[in-house]
Structures are given as C-alpha cells and as structure tokens.
C-alpha cells in the first residue's frame, strides 16, 4: 500500500518544493516528490509542517547517554579519564538502556542514520532494527590484547575483529544495519594494528570508522612517538587504502586534507564536542573546497551534551564564519548537505538522504507553527538557523512511520527514561 503526505513545503535536492506531496510505495521507496496532485488520496495531512530529509549522525556513541554531563569543564585527556573510568562499571544492560536512550533522543530530534561506534554485539544492533533506525555500527577496540568494555564483554581487541566481521556476515544485506571496524584512534592503537585492520578491511569491504586529529595533545603525542603528524602517520601504513570514515579532523594539515581527497577518506565534522572539550575548529572550509566526502555528527553526549543536529547544522555554518572574517565560506544549504544525502553516502547509506524519486523514504516533519517560524526565509534559512529539534514531529524511516505527532511508536519512551535514571544512580552515585 503507498502512503502520501502532504505538507506545507518540502526540501528537495532542486530545492523547496510547496506545497508538498510525497508518496512512499510498499517497499519504502519514494515514488513521487513533487507538488500535489490531484485525486491523490492523502494517508497524512501534516498541513503546518515542513518535510526534509532525516538527519544523519556522521559519528556518535550513542550507549554513552549514560555519562550526560559527565567531566563537563575538563580539557580532552581528563574527560577521556573520567568517561574510561564509568565504563570499567558498565555492565550490558547499562548499554541496552543507553543505547535506547539514545535512539529515542535521536528519533525525537530528527535524526534518522547514525554512525556509532561503542560495544555492539547482535542483541543491540536487533534493538536498532526494531526501533526503526539505520545505523553504521563500529564494535569498538584500542589495542589488540585488551578488553574495551570488561563487564560487557570478554572479547580481546583482536577478537572484537571477528566479531565485526561475523556480525557484518549475519547483517549482510540488512538495509537498516551495517557494520564497520572500530579502532578508537591512531595513538592508542599499535601500528601492526591499524595495518592488519586496513588489510582486513581491504579483504571484506568493511569500512573503518576511527577518531583521527582530535586534539592538539593527540598531534604531539603522535609528532614525538613516530616523527607524523595523525593522518600522515596512517597515510604511511597504507591505511587509507582502505574505506575510512575519520571522525573529527581538527587539526589536519595542507597534506593531510589533500591525502582524504586523494585517497576517498570521509571526515565527520564534530564542532560542538570539538568546541566544548577544548579541542578547536576543524578546517572545515579547506575540507569542502577539497572535495572531502563529509558529514556532520554530535559525538556522544559526554562531550555534546545532546544529540540535536539541528544546534551542529546552525554551529557548523556560522562557526567558520566568524572563525574567517567572512559569511561567504560556509552556506546553509552546504551543511545541510552534509547532514543529510551527502552524510547518508559518507556513512555508506547512499540510498538515503534526499527526498526524491527512488530514495528510501527517511523523511522529518517539522512543526511550522512554532513562533520561531513566524515569519520564516527560505526552508534552508529556517532548518539551519531557526529550528531545533523540539520542532519534529514526525519521523519516518524507509516509509516506516517511527515517530507520531510527538509519540514513539517503536520504543516504550517512559519505561526507557526510568530505566536510565536507574542506572545511572547506580553508575554515577555523586551527581
Ligand atoms: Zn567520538
């Protein structure tokens, strides 16, 4: 059975279409993104709303919902101490329920696509599934020999490998679920380490989603210990001969931005967590003249605090602004862009992202009766500068609708919240 809405305006990647009317055939796919027309019959009237694409989370952790507000005025390296220490107490059911937390806020803001990387495992990428969304899903290691999350997992780094790639096996072909390797970073993973990743990823076609370039203190630990810089460092052991999607990018050089184009490598542009932990701007500017595959993502909330991309559409664009003296290097419909088709492509969800025929149907409902609306500049205008995620309404994701007038359809929202509270009184006792 096809669904049509109708809403006031829709954005299009040939721009605001309005009125609106989309229909989603039985498979999920859109079938017709255009003006309304007539004998059309209407399965949602969303008269009032705006239609765009959903947002895609180009890199998260979303368990770690948990550690809201944690280590909150602390440089880089402190806060990774005091997130790496709630971890050692983290149990399975702890990552359930972050996780959960996580998808609901996501879902409630508009988001639709994330790509994560923290403990995963079948049990929590069936969660994913059954709540509606799609996630690029990276089962997290440092080293080889140690164990990422002790009270969750017994598994080695080296094995947490295999069980990305027997993960990725049993997903095959799963439009919702996809896998990649999830080496946190270049300076706590040995070199051997990152070569055999690329070599395996080179072998199954499985990306790699790593943080690379975060903060200064990352640049010089890396400068001392093997004479490169971050990214060059990788560039040397071939990694990039693999597909990669590097999360941050802050402090990339010349060469180093012109080795991502080269070579096809994906940065995620992270400006809140980058801002807040201290870290810096990334050149995001240089990236785009580059011809860099990006996206635009919040990191976990321990270092955001939300998972709104609305606030990262808004920073995104303003932030290299005033960081350049000049209103013309960013646009807002460049970011949003990134947030949406060229996101879903950069996380390997090609067939999201934009509403026109043939894509499957990710789709957000904003309310356009909010006073922030009123009046309102162009859809682009309003969806960069003005809006937030309070405005979505409803979300749907390969024509399911996951998210009604405000209401979960797929996640017991009060149940979740309680269990957060639970255990995060029992994980955090002090706060
Ligand atoms: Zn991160």
Known sequence: ??????????????????????????????????????????????????????????????????QRGISDDEGFMPWLAAVQEVEQGLTRDDIVVGLEVAMLEMIETGTTTFADMYHWDAGLLELVRDAGMRVLAAPAMSTADSVAFPGVSPLTGAEVLDETEALAARFAGDAQIKLAYGPHAPYTCPPELLQDIAA??????????????ESRAEVAQMTEQYGRT???HLDSLGFFEARVLA???VHLTDDEIEVFARTGTGASHNPVSNLKLGCGVARLPEMLDAGIALTIGTDSVASNNSLDLFEELKLATILHRGMRHDASVVSAAQVLDLATRQGAATVGFPETGSLEFGKLADVIALDLGRTSATPRGSLASHLTFSATGADVRHVFIGGQHVYADGEHLTLDAPAIRERAHAASARLRPQT
């Not at 395996?200 to 370039?213: A, L, Q, T, W």
């Open 1 to 66: 059975m096809t669904t049509i809405v109708r809403a006031d305006t829709m954005l299009t990647p040939a721009g605001e279409v309005s009125p609106a009317e989309l229909e989603i055939d039985d498979a999920g796919r859109i079938s017709y993104a255009g003006t309304p027309r007539s004998g059309s019959i209407v399965t949602h009237d969303l008269t009032g709303h705006a239609l765009m694409p959903g947002l895609v989370n180009g890199h998260t952790h979303g368990a770690m919902t948990l």
């Open 200 to 213: 395996r990823s080179k072998r199954s076609g499985i990306p790699i989603h790593i943080h690379v370039s």
């Open 230 to 232: 971050p990214a060059a």
């Open 247 to 249: 999360a941050h990018c």
